[in-house]
């Protein structure tokens, strides 16, 4: 996108990628606002992953069974999935700063509840309530964080919010397995709740809706939208590319939600660590996890940055590799070629998560974007967040958790089959969207 570099009296402000002028703004506050929203999801992924770093605690005193384990992951993933989209439309509407704060307490206390569950039907219950609190974190906290920056840093702001669950997850598993070990495992959720509240009540006291709005990035003249004008919620379904998109990015995060979920068991069965030592261990590979979907969305923009249409291809790339990686890295003897294998398939194993979003941001009208995320989420959850943990648990419990694994990769011939029919279908996929409404032919690429 060419930035047109005269505006009036108003300077660009490099680190933000927006205008600043007198007019109330600050270039720092978008940052803070980063800052609060990226640790908000931070404490959202920390309450949800601590679970399996307790894992091996659960499985003793209650005797649970892998699917029954399985099941307290996949029950937040679930909820996720379902009211991802029903609760960001109604954050749109209700104002959300207001969601975000409420949605913050709503998990931190549910986590407060883990710690005091005596059964698993109790601790289900908990965690039910946990997914129903964390529902619509993400795509309303994107929108937010995205409405204050220019949309030339949409696609590093949107890979490094995405990353943050892998990042929250590592800080889960390695504090809750330590805290497990040391005060026993109700203390790692008592901490991870206390966290969340107190990073609820500071985003509620730095950021209003009033803030927001003052800093929300003006779009140049050819790129504003009629202000009456919102694209209807069914274009969000009606577009063959973007679906594919929605498809392709679900499914492909399925071995990496296995991951998150199933290696501080693979590593206390395997190698027989302590549930402290495989909880750091797990956080290594979850580590990757992270660091290669930040790494695989600057390589993807690069790559794409004349021609659009390589994303799509950059996200196959990426599943075939991580399907390779972690097939062979299952499939081999314990040691250190193992742990190669498999984190460098865990490196790859969300990395066509930035290219696939950026693919729905640039498929969907800019009225109804949110939403978009807020589909794409729900996708993300059902296709590979729940169905992950949940297919995984099953198949241990009647294989061993190490060829459930090994099988779990399979999982990326779904995605890349989806995403090659996107990139064949992607062409017309942005002539249908040029017929949606005013401006939508100047729609951001990211």
Not at 11 to 20: K, M, Y
Not at 139 to 161: D, K, N, Q, T, Y
Not at 224 to 238: G, I, K, N
Not at 389 to 410: E, I, M, S
Request: proline share 4%.
């Amino acid at each position: 996108m060419q930035l047109n570099t005269t505006v009036g009296s108003v300077a660009a402000d490099s680190s933000t990628g927006r205008p600043e002028g007198k007019n109330g703004r600050s270039r720092n506050y978008p940052w803070l606002v980063f800052a609060l929203a990226f640790g908000l999801l931070l404490a959202d992924y920390m309450s949800r992953q601590v679970l399996s770093a307790i894992f091996p605690f659960l499985k003793t005193e209650w005797g649970l069974s892998d699917s029954k384990l399985g099941s307290l992951n996949s029950v937040v993933a679930l909820m996720v999935g379902l009211l991802t989209l029903p609760l960001s439309l109604l954050a749109d509407r209700w104002g959300r700063v207001k969601s975000l704060v409420l949605m913050a307490t709503l998990w931190s206390i549910a986590t407060l509840l883990c710690a005091i569950a005596s059964n698993y039907q109790e601790m289900l219950a908990a965690r039910f309530l946990v997914g129903v609190g964390e529902a619509a974190y993400g795509s309303v906290g994107i929108a937010v964080v995205l409405g204050v920056f220019a949309p030339r840093v949409h696609a590093a702001l949107s890979g490094a919010f995405m990353a943050g669950g892998s990042f929250g997850s590592v800080l889960g598993v390695a504090a809750g397995g330590a805290i497990a070990v040391h005060l026993g495992w109700r203390w790692s959720f008592v901490a991870m709740a206390v966290a969340g509240l107190l990073l609820a009540a500071l985003f509620r006291v730095l950021v209003t809706e009033a803030k927001l709005a003052r800093h929300a990035d003006a779009p140049p003249p050819q790129q504003r939208l009629s202000p009456t004008f919102r694209a209807p919620v069914s274009t969000l379904f009606t577009n063959p590319a973007v679906l594919c998109a929605y498809v392709g990015g679900g499914v492909q995060l399925f071995a990496a939600a296995v991951l998150l979920a199933w290696t501080p068991s693979f590593f206390n069965r395997e190698y027989g660590l302590a549930p402290d030592k495989a909880a750091v261990a797990a956080s290594g590979i979850v580590l990757l996890v992270g660091t290669g979907m930040v790494c695989c969305g600057i390589i993807t923009d690069r790559i794409g940055r004349r021609d659009l249409s390589r994303k799509w291809l950059t996200a196959m790339v990426y599943c075939a590799i991580s399907l390779v990686f972690l097939t062979l890295g299952f499939s081999i003897e314990h040691g250190a070629a193992q742990l190669i294998l498999i984190g460098i398939g865990a490196f790859f194993s969300g990395g066509a998560s930035g290219p696939t979003a950026a693919m729905v941001a640039n498929l969907t009208h800019p009225s109804v974007r949110a939403s978009a995320m807020g589909t794409l989420t729900l996708a993300n959850s059902l296709l590979g967040m729940a169905l992950g943990p949940f297919l995984v648990g099953l198949l241990a419990d009647h294989y061993g958790l190490t060829t459930a694994l090994r099988l779990a990769p399979l999982a990326y011939l779904v995605a890349i089959t989806a995403l090659g029919l996107g990139m064949r279908l992607y062409p017309a996929g942005l002539r249908k969207l040029a017929t949606v409404g005013p401006a939508s032919t100047q729609s951001d690429p990211l």
